[in-house]
């Protein structure tokens, strides 16, 4: 499990798992406790912000020996319009994410994270 913060800065509408409640702008960020599993932030006009739990499955080709982050036993992964974030924790871990005023979004991870590239599609 891993704790969500979400700091809202664009007048965007934005959406979690699918609810009717309008998270806004505003000065505090909204905490999110224990997440596990699929949950998706929707960013009217920009699209889904994807959070996948990995567990304890880790991503091979971006684990390694040399990065000590990549040896903790959980981890998550975040899509978002292409671009793909990696990260793994002990413990309960934290997300800090960030929609700015242009629907930009920054993403912080406390115990280590880093962008990787994941196929989106492909053809065999």
Same mark, same amino acid.
């Given at each position: 499990?891993? $704790?969500?913060?979400?700091?809202?800065?664009? $007048?965007?509408?934005?959406?979690? $798992?699918?609810?009717?409640?309008?998270?806004?702008?505003?000065?505090?960020?909204?905490?999110?406790?224990?997440?596990?599993?699929?949950?998706?932030?929707?960013?009217?006009?920009?699209?889904?912000?994807?959070?996948?739990? &990995?567990?304890?499955?880790?991503?091979?080709?971006?684990?390694?020996?040399?990065?000590?982050w990549t040896q903790k036993k959980w981890g998550g992964l975040i899509r978002y319009r292409g671009l793909d974030a990696y990260f793994r924790y002990e413990?309960?871990?934290?997300?800090?994410?960030?929609? $700015?005023?242009?629907?930009?979004?920054? &993403?912080?991870?406390?115990?280590?994270?880093?962008?990787?590239?994941?196929?989106?599609?492909?053809?065999?």
């Open positions: 499990m891993f $704790d969500v913060t979400l700091t809202v800065k664009c $007048d965007l509408g934005v959406f979690i $798992d699918g609810g009717n409640r309008i998270f806004a702008a505003q000065k505090e960020p909204y905490q999110f406790p224990h997440w596990s599993g699929i949950h998706i932030i929707n960013v009217s006009g920009m699209g889904n912000i994807l959070f996948i739990d &990995l567990g304890e499955r880790k991503l091979a080709p971006y684990t390694h020996d040399n990065i000590p413990g309960t871990g934290h997300v800090s994410i960030v929609i $700015d005023e242009q629907g930009s979004v920054q &993403l912080h991870f406390d115990q280590g994270g880093m962008l990787v590239n994941l196929d989106d599609l492909t053809v065999r």
